[in-house]
């Protein structure tokens, strides 16, 4: 499909969405070892908010892409990404908070973009962000709760985090609440359709 923005070709970019320790390093190494680019818009965010000298936190990084989506409409931190992309490859954005930036993506690359969501149970994910160790996962139960509910829905912004919506919207998802193996045989199974 011709890029509207930049005059040449995409391969396949795949979108990946997933609540906070979903788990969504288990679908993005799979799709890497099958020769995806990997992007995560985390890099985006973190470069501008160093040159401001600010925090490299969560919030910090939410407001920005919010504050980016309000200023230059919802497809603002895509943009930014695509420009940065060698689109002669396939490519993997992680990760999608707005729904409109799903649309923003479907509209420039229609069947060349597909979104996955990855999800888990609540009590799974904190789990696994205490084992994980980042230093923008140290929280505890009440903390968690209220990043998780911002990072899932803001009804007060609607250029903010809407993960759960892009989880709803996504063209494939992968339940990561079993084991390692459980969520392995999704992934594939999504890659033997998806090609």
């Not at 923005?5 to 788990?23: E, N, Q, T």
């Not at 680019?37 to 470069?47: G, K």
């Not at 689109?87 to 069947?111: C, T």
């Not at 009590?123 to 962000?129: A, L, S």
Request: hydrophobic share 35%.
């Amino acid at each position: 499909m011709q890029d509207s923005m930049r005059g040449k070709f995409y391969k396949m970019i795949i979108g990946v969405c997933g609540r906070i320790g979903a788990g969504k390093e288990t679908l993005t190494k799979f799709l890497t070892k099958e020769g995806f680019e990997y992007f995560e818009t985390r890099r985006v965010l973190n470069e501008h908010l160093t040159e401001q000298g600010k925090e490299l936190s969560r919030t910090n990084m939410q407001d920005l892409a919010d504050k980016w989506r309000s200023e230059d409409g919802v497809g603002a931190l895509m943009k930014k990404i695509i420009e940065r992309l060698d689109l002669s490859k396939n490519h993997i954005i992680d990760s999608l908070r707005n729904f409109g930036e799903a649309e923003f993506l479907r509209q420039e690359l229609g069947e060349d973009f597909i979104l996955i969501g990855v999800d888990a149970p609540r009590e799974i994910r904190f789990e696994r962000i205490k084992k994980r160790g980042k230093q923008s996962d140290l929280l505890d139960w009440e903390n968690f709760l209220k990043v998780d509910e911002r990072d899932n829905f803001d009804p007060d912004n609607p250029m903010g985090q809407q993960t759960g919506k892009c989880i709803e919207g996504s063209d494939f998802v992968v339940m990561n609440d079993k084991d390692l193996n459980s969520a392995m045989e999704q992934v594939k199974k999504i890659w033997n359709e998806i090609n």
